[in-house]
């Protein structure tokens, strides 16, 4: 009830100048609105720009690296153990690239409870041929349908499919850049010239388009067996595991446990993209720094009208006091003022918000590195609004609180007096 | 005893020590009508704010309904002025962004303890009596001076406060106002047997009330 006689007093105050509210609660908006459509369109951005790391970038990979061996042969030897041992040029062991025991450990590890998923690659170098064209590849043999379940590859594909690519066993799927310079298109044959001299002939079933020129002219996909009859090795030679595991978080601990546990080296996805972490961290940064500015400028708008509005008000508020409310009463009646700005001009921002937020969704965003998205990403997440709305309150409940202060502590005597 | 002022001294600190009020004790009975009267600067305005609980830096004690108000926290003294004590001003101070009603009802709101319909009804009754009912759905800035007066009487009435205190409710009328204002608080004393107790520069409106109090200098001569 008493609050009710409160709002009520704020209510007819803030109409009765309809105008100076209405740019008060603009300022609320205009900030708000800013807050919700930038949250949206930023965390959208970067959620897309993640999961495009994420979706390709295996959680763990494990390798063989080739590198000189810690411990020389002379390491082994007891009888110089105190002495003074010196080896010079020291030059890596002619190690092989394949991972030792691949196809046993890739079976473990499709068993691992924390494993979604694990899928052997065999990397080799050739020269695509055609005509007198000579370029360097990259042949990345896969399990093309795993390949695609785990890590998305089919997203890159541009023409064709991986399902083809999967049921044609002398079948690539050539970089889109090495194409164009080619002249190469689906369908075409392309000849493989290896490091050794031997040739292969292999049918284009899709174009692959990473938008990383560098990528796009040099990789191909095709099965593992062709990767590894252009290296002549057997069906057991593989160089790379890419897993995918259920939990992210765990990838860092579990590529320690999986390197030494198969005696190869792996890499984690967040040692492999950690200046990505950084990028998302502070685009949040910039877009929570710019958003709460506008609502501190919107908070000072606020701030302004309600102490001119206090002068104004002088004689009300002697009224008021001289009549029996209290300081406190006073007080509440200019804070819920500036609240009242706060939620109305909160409440339209979020419209607002959701507004530019879809008309954003539904502008057309093509770019050669994203081949399947069409239009911009936008995150629709509600907890932008929650905060939005309430931040609005809050804001404007410090703002209006200072010349609430000030009005409560008016003096009804001197403003009586002083008429 | 409806109000009571023992020994009640006052001094200004700014911008030299001055004592405005000195040595003031007198009382006010039921049903009576007071008029305090002297020269400007006399401090009759002074007297009226401690009386009236507004200002709370004096020395001495003060008794309204025999109970002590001197060092009461002010928000008691503000549900003491809301409840037992009306107030009528030289300048009409209604609040001009509500209606006639609206300002009527306010002090009763804020009192809280009749429902929403009985307080619209009192503040009718109330306009009604001093006879500007017609005017309940007017926003009080666009009535005349007078029924200004009136609203702000009506005001002063809604919780059916123990004593009136009016500081020169008459001093910004013309005479036929000015006597009616006269006539309507003349009424309440017999019909309602209110207390009143205007300060006052009109010597005709003094004379026709039960009781003058006379000052000068800060202290009661009469």
């Not at chain 1, 049918?203 to 990473?210: A, D, E, F, N």
Request: one cysteine or more; aromatic letters at 8%.
């Amino acid at each position: 009830m008493k609050l009710a006689v409160l709002l009520n007093i704020s209510k007819t105050h803030l109409l009765s100048r309809i105008k100076q509210s209405a740019i008060a609660a603009l300022g609320v908006t205009f900030g708000i609105g800013t807050f919700v459509t930038m949250m949206s369109f930023m965390t959208g951005l970067n959620k897309m720009l993640d999961n495009l790391v994420l979706d390709r970038t295996p959680h763990i990979r494990l390798y063989n690296e080739i590198q000189p061996s810690e411990k020389q042969p002379l390491d082994l030897y007891d009888a110089t153990n105190n002495a003074l041992k010196v080896v010079h040029s020291i030059k890596p062991f002619q190690a092989k690239a394949e991972i030792k025991n691949a196809l046993p450990i890739l079976e473990n590890l499709k068993n691992h409870p924390e494993v979604l998923g694990a899928t052997p690659q065999v990397k080799a170098q050739a020269f695509y041929v055609s005509g007198a064209i000579e370029l360097n590849g990259i042949i990345n043999g896969v399990d093309p349908l795993e390949e695609d379940r785990l890590f998305n590859l089919s997203n890159y594909i541009t023409e064709g499919s991986l399902r083809d690519l999967a049921n044609n066993s002398n079948g690539i799927i050539l970089g889109a850049g090495a194409a164009k310079k080619m002249s190469l298109k689906l369908g075409d044959r392309i000849q493989l010239a290896t490091p050794r001299g031997d040739f292969f002939s292999l049918k284009i079933v899709g174009l692959y388009q990473s938008g990383l020129a560098e990528i796009d002219n040099a990789q191909s996909y095709t099965n593992l067996n062709i990767a590894q009859r252009l290296q002549e090795k057997s069906s057991n030679f593989i160089t790379d595991i890419s897993i995918k595991l259920h939990d992210l978080e765990r990838a860092v601990p579990l590529t320690t446990v999986f390197a030494e546990q198969y005696e190869v080296n792996g890499v984690d996805i967040k040692t492999a993209n950690a200046q990505f972490e950084v990028g998302t961290t502070i685009r949040n940064m910039i877009t929570y720094a710019v958003s709460i500015t506008l609502l501190i400028v919107a908070g000072f708008g606020i701030y302004n009208i309600l102490n001119m509005l206090i002068y104004e008000k002088m004689n009300d508020i002697a009224i008021l006091k001289a009549t029996g409310f209290t300081g406190r009463d006073v007080r509440w009646i200019f804070i819920s003022q500036a609240m009242l700005i706060g939620l109305v001009g909160g409440a339209l921002g979020l419209l607002i918000g959701l507004g530019l937020s879809t008309l954003i969704s539904t502008l057309p965003f093509e770019t050669e590195a994203l081949p399947t998205i069409k239009t911009f990403p936008v995150n629709f997440n509600p907890a932008f609004y929650i905060i939005g709305i309430v931040f609005a309150l809050v804001a404007t409940f410090f703002a209006g609180y200072l010349p609430a202060r000030k009005a409560q502590r008016i003096d009804p005597v001197e403003i009586i007096r002083g008429q | 005893m409806i109000l009571q002022a023992k020994k009640i001294n006052k001094y200004f600190r700014q911008p030299v020590n001055f004592q405005v009020l000195k040595d003031i004790s007198f009382q006010v009975k039921k049903g009576e009508f007071v008029s305090i009267m002297g020269k400007s600067g006399c401090g009759k305005s002074t007297l009226l704010y401690i009386l009236s609980t507004m200002d709370t830096d004096y020395e001495g004690e003060l008794y309204v309904n025999n109970q002590l108000l001197t060092g009461q926290a002010k928000n008691n003294l503000a549900s003491v002025r809301n409840a037992n004590i009306g107030f009528v001003f030289q300048f009409h101070y209604l609040l001009p962004e509500f209606t006639v009603l609206e300002n009527v009802m306010l002090p009763a709101k804020k009192l809280g303890r009749k429902s929403h319909q009985e307080i619209e009804a009192d503040a009718m009754e109330k306009l009604r009596l001093l006879g500007i009912e017609e005017q309940a759905l007017k926003k009080s800035s666009r009535i005349s001076g007078g029924q200004k007066q009136r609203v702000a009487i009506a005001r002063a009435l809604i919780n059916d406060p123990d004593i009136i205190m009016g500081d020169e409710p008459t001093g910004n009328l013309d005479s036929k106002n000015s006597e009616n204002v006269f006539n309507i608080f003349q009424q309440l004393v017999e019909e309602r047997d209110l207390s009143l107790l205007i300060v006052t520069h009109d010597t005709d409106f003094a004379e026709k009330t039960d009781r003058i109090i006379e000052m000068a200098d800060g202290r009661i001569v009469k």
